[in-house]
């Protein structure tokens, strides 16, 4: 156990110390007279550890971008305080350790020094002037070395005893995984207008009134602008193009890579800034670990560590593996430009080979519209001279291809042109004695527009809208009577009654969980279902119509579904490690508390200074 730990703690320093390029980066220069940039009791944060932990998050967070990331960008994304709270909590631990009196052996640390491979010579076996050589590079000599490895292996010991054997209690895991797979039985039946016994009575003036009233929103209009359009899109026109022959065969050529595709894989790529931590990671997998949970340990999302469908050039040295693998599998760690990484192959794409011949339509299609987008770009230039002219809309229509349009625009209109958020963005911003001007739309398609009046919003007088108030009436009547008729067989149905003996159509489910969906049935049905009590007999209102229902049983999780196996794990482990990491939180927290945190901001602010 004490060796385990000792590789942790140490490799954690190591990478820290050798990681490549770090005497380019020149913390050797923030020596001098400061030594710390605080401390915790009698644990002191080294500068050059806070410089070195500092750049190696840096690189990582290049790692996963992608892409290099100045200071003040990785400072923005929170990297710098990451950085300086971990090595705090590390702090803090060391300062616990040398107070419990706990440390590490000379002759454990020797041999665990000996057996790192940064040190090895080209026979593999321990190298001295590799040793000294690194540390050197590092601006440490031995004795500072091996201090660090002490203090952190002891660190690494404490941290491990205090969540050793962290265990998600089973009640807990119970409460979880029934909420998630408990099962109900039930039956309803379905009653609209069609099931009332008695017909509706004939609404009165005074029940349309009282209903618009009671309503006034449902019969608001929304403001409205009267809106005089022309415009034109390359779909509009795509059909006047010609496209020659041997223009359609050259862009075939052109274009031979996305006709003829080789084999391809869709991938996911999540990058570790070092071979020890895409390691574990590796590890913990082949342990049961989510995939989507290391992702999120990366403070990631799923997008973040999408390759989409590569072909084999595309992956580099990462090809041979991620291509011999089968859809499903996880490969690595493949050492990349980036770092080390793990790939998951999410789906295998067989070759694609498509003739000339089979590509000519869509060939012609796609050349037509893009030549159909250059006429419109020349267009744009004539309209744009004959509105600066002083041409109206109508002038415009006659002298061009565009067609002449009028709308009644509403934010909620999204129809036509209304359609496309460029037009609806001018649609809202236009105001009277604005001059038209020429827009695109999304599609390469112009237009230009003018306002000729706007309508408040208003109240829509009942004859306006009667037929729409006495459908709203009906409807609700028709809930209000259906209740009132089920209400005996509600008791009925509780006292034992079949839906069959009350003369009712109901439909059975078995076994649904929280995790179905009924398209038959209101969203609230299942929120509904899963508050009720075995037995108990239930009315759900919907629009026009009532869902009568009954639970009829209720039942624990199926023990042989395999998808809540597999969920029940992911999420013991992912509870585990959030346990484990808060016990880990509350013991440093308390450290801190008793030992007291001092940080000096001009020490940090000359570490700072080296990487702007």
Do not use: C
Request: avoid cysteine.
């Amino acid at each position: 156990m004490a060796g385990k730990g000792i590789s942790k703690g140490a490799m954690w320093v190591l990478m820290g110390l050798l990681i490549v390029g770090l005497g380019g980066f020149g913390v050797t220069n923030l020596s001098g007279n400061v030594r710390s940039v605080g401390s915790v009791g009698d644990a002191e944060i080294d500068v050059n550890t806070y410089a070195r932990a500092l750049q190696n998050e840096i690189r990582a967070l290049e790692a996963q971008r992608g892409e290099s990331v100045s200071f003040a960008q990785a400072r923005a994304a929170g990297v710098d305080q990451q950085v300086l709270g971990q090595l705090v909590s590390r702090a803090a631990l060391e300062h616990e350790t040398a107070r419990l009196g706990i440390s590490v052996g000379d002759a454990t640390l020797r041999d665990e020094i000996l057996a790192m491979s940064a040190f090895s010579g080209l026979d593999g076996s321990f190298d001295r002037e590799s040793y000294a050589f690194a540390l050197q590079q590092a601006g440490l000599n031995e004795a500072e070395f091996e201090e660090n490895i002490r203090a952190e292996t002891a660190a690494t010991l404490l941290q491990a005893a205090a969540v050793a054997g962290m265990q998600v209690p089973p009640a807990y895991m119970d409460a979880m995984m029934t909420y998630l797979g408990e099962r109900r039985s039930l039956a309803f039946a379905t009653l609209d207008r069609g099931d009332l016994q008695s017909g509706l009575p004939v609404p009165s003036e005074e029940d349309l009134r009282s209903y618009h009233q009671s309503h006034l929103p449902d019969f608001t209009t929304p403001e409205t602008k009267s809106i005089t359009y022309a415009w034109v899109t390359p779909e509009m026109i795509v059909d006047t193009v010609e496209v020659p022959e041997d223009a359609l065969r050259r862009a075939y050529d052109e274009r031979s890579a996305e006709f003829n595709q080789p084999e391809r894989r869709l991938v996911e790529r999540l990058v570790y800034s070092d071979p020890e931590r895409a390691e574990r990671a590796m590890t913990r997998l082949d342990d049961g670990v989510l995939f989507e949970m290391l992702v999120a340990e990366r403070g990631l999302e799923m997008a973040d560590v999408d390759m989409g469908d590569v072909s084999d050039d595309d992956l580099g040295p990462a090809a041979e593996a991620v291509f011999a693998a089968d859809s499903g599998e996880i490969v690595g760690p493949i050492e990349t430009s980036l770092g080390p990484a793990l790939f998951r192959i999410n789906g295998v794409l067989a070759a694609q080979v498509t003739s000339f011949e089979e590509a000519k339509a869509q060939l012609r299609e796609t050349l037509a519209r893009d030549r159909a987008g250059r006429v419109i770009d020349t267009m744009s230039e004539r309209v744009d001279d004959l509105l600066a002219g002083g041409a109206t809309l109508e002038d415009v229509v006659r002298e061009t291809e565009l067609e002449l349009g009028e709308i009644d625009w509403h934010p909620d209109l999204a129809e036509g042109i209304a359609g496309y958020a460029a037009f609806r963005s001018a649609a809202e911003a236009v105001q009277d004695g604005d001059y038209p001007a020429v827009e695109r739309t999304e599609d390469d398609g112009i237009f230009a527009l003018r306002l000729d009046g706007i309508e408040e919003p208003r109240i829509q007088p009942l004859d306006d809208v009667r037929e729409a108030v006495r459908q709203g009436w009906r409807q609700e009547a028709t809930v209000d009577a259906l209740a009132e008729q089920v209400a005996p067989q509600v008791a009925e149905l509780s006292d034992g009654a079949s839906f069959d003996d009350l003369g009712l159509e109901a439909s059975e489910i078995t076994d649904m969980t929280r995790r179905d969906y009924r398209a038959d049935a209101p969203p609230e049905f299942i929120e509904q279902v899963f508050a009720m009590e075995e037995g108990e007999v239930q009315v759900i209102e919907g629009v026009g119509r009532i869902f009568l229902l009954r639970l009829d049983a209720v039942a624990p999780p199926a023990e042989d579904d395999e998808d809540m196996t597999r969920l029940r794990t992911a999420l013991r482990d992912q509870v585990a490690a959030d346990f484990g990491q808060d016990i880990f939180q509350l013991l440093a927290d308390d450290i801190r508390a008793r030992a007291g945190v001092e940080l000096d901001q001009s020490a940090l602010n000359a570490v700072h200074a080296n990487f702007n």
